[in-house]
């Protein structure tokens, strides 16, 4: 075999493995580091040099990047003569052999990145419709112009996405931040609008809705409920005598004592002013009277002295009033007839629990 076909033989086996690529890892790095070097000499990435320089970096036929080397140590650049000389050396053999080679390689390569993007998304599905249209562009061309344009496209569409799902994971976590702290505060107000600050029991707000409920369960099956109304009785002598300071005190005392002598399910609110109710669920009124005594008792043994001075408040008595609810009665009804057996309790000399009629 003459020199001159033994050249033409190596040149045409080294063509014919110019994209005997291993795998699309190996692709789209040869993508990255042409595109970079194009960039560092000023070259636009047009086919031409897109595929002198791609087969540059893949480092396949060792006479193209010697005579590359020579021409850039020489001038510094590549022009445009120097390489459609070195395209129509070593790649008009090719020809379509090379631009499918190149298409293959490049929709790997996307199908790689995407693939990536979907797993770093949480598994999720990509619905851009852009990127899917510039899939099926670049599947379907055969032009070395169009196949880089889409490339680019695509980079271009899948990098705007990534950007996109950090900015949305930022936000998603900061929405999520700002949803528990709106959801503590609602509790919170929740909690405020049904407590009275002094006492820290449950207030008239609260005490409505609680005995709407009671009212809506009863079915005439079990024992019903019944209601408490307590008075602390001459709470306006304590006011006038101690101050006001002192009177929150009592109230303060008193709420504590209650809530001590009261069941879980038991209902204990400050029903206004000096007076305080309990909704006693499942409870006859012989039972309730019983509660009220006992309350009533306890609170009579409780002996209260000023902070400062220790001096003796006397004994502190509440007068209490009892009703047991009855079915279909009208709330009106029910709380006036707790509050006018509360009222007879006052009148009878105070310190005493009287049942309603």
Request: hydrophobic letters at 40%; one cysteine or more.
């Amino acid at each position: 075999m003459s020199d001159l076909n033994a050249e033409k033989h190596v040149e045409e086996k080294s063509s014919s493995l110019m994209f005997d690529v291993e795998s699309a890892d190996q692709a789209a790095e040869h993508l990255r580091q042409a595109l970079s070097l194009l960039g560092k000499l000023s070259v636009a990435p047009a086919p031409l040099y897109y595929t002198l320089f791609y087969n540059y970096i893949a480092g396949k036929n060792v006479r193209l990047n010697k005579e590359v080397d020579d021409l850039l140590k020489q001038h510094g650049a590549l022009d445009k003569e120097d390489a459609i000389a070195l395209f129509q050396r070593f790649f008009s053999v090719a020809g379509e052999t090379l631009i499918e080679d190149i298409r293959k390689e490049l929709v790997a390569m996307v199908a790689q990145v995407i693939g990536a993007l979907v797993d770093v998304a949480g598994k999720t599905s990509l619905t851009n419709e852009a990127v899917a249209k510039q899939i099926d562009r670049l599947a379907e061309t055969q032009k070395p112009s169009e196949i880089l344009a889409a490339a680019a496209s695509i980079l271009g569409e899948t990098r705007q996405f990534v950007v996109f799902s950090h900015q949305f994971e930022s936000e998603l976590t900061s929405t999520a931040e700002e949803m528990s702290k709106l959801k503590q505060e609602l509790t919170n107000a929740r909690r405020e609008a049904a407590i009275d600050s002094l006492t820290g029991l449950h207030n008239r707000r609260a005490f409505d809705r609680r005995l709407n409920e009671l009212m809506a369960e009863i079915d005439g099956l079990d024992d019903g409920f019944c209601l408490l109304l307590l008075d602390i009785d001459h709470f306006k002598r304590i006011n006038d005598a101690h101050g006001h300071m002192v009177g929150d005190k009592v109230l303060s005392e008193f709420s504590k004592q209650i809530s001590k002598l009261t069941r879980r399910s038991d209902f204990l609110a400050r029903y206004g002013g000096e007076e305080f109710a309990i909704l006693l669920p499942g409870t006859r009124i012989t039972n309730a009277f019983t509660v009220a005594e006992n309350i009533r008792g306890t609170l009579e043994m409780v002996r209260l002295r000023r902070s400062g001075s220790k001096e003796s408040l006397g004994a502190v008595t509440v007068s209490v009033g009892v009703a047991c609810y009855r079915i279909g009665e009208p709330i009106e009804e029910f709380i006036g007839r707790c509050d006018k057996a509360l009222y007879r309790a006052k009148r009878l000399g105070r310190n005493r629990t009287v049942l309603g009629d």
